[in-house]
């Protein structure tokens, strides 16, 4: 399929799945840019970086917190 396809395709897609779409496709676009995997890479070497399930649970304390 063609991008001209893509987009003539879209056209006709609700808002939800256009939103989905375009969520997607901009999830491909970063995944395919050099300077974007080298930045991830370096931030999951940091000391900063945090794993899924640090991420979660913090996000629970912060709700248990009310904020």
Same mark, same amino acid.
């Given at each position: 399929?063609? /991008?001209a396809e893509?987009?003539? +395709?879209?056209?006709?897609? *609700?808002?939800?799945? %256009?939103?989905?779409?375009?969520?997607?496709?901009?999830?491909?676009?970063?995944?395919?840019?050099? /300077?974007?995997?080298?930045?991830? +890479?370096?931030a999951q070497? *940091?000391?900063?970086? %945090?794993?899924?399930?640090?991420?979660?649970?913090?996000?629970?304390?912060?709700?248990?917190?009310?904020?």
């Amino acid at each position: 399929m063609s /991008v001209a396809e893509i987009k003539a +395709q879209a056209d006709g897609l *609700s808002f939800t799945e %256009l939103s989905d779409l375009a969520r997607y496709v901009r999830t491909l676009a970063l995944r395919k840019d050099p /300077v974007r995997r080298e930045q991830v +890479q370096s931030a999951q070497k *940091s000391k900063d970086w %945090l794993t899924k399930a640090e991420f979660e649970k913090a996000l629970t304390d912060l709700d248990q917190a009310g904020r």
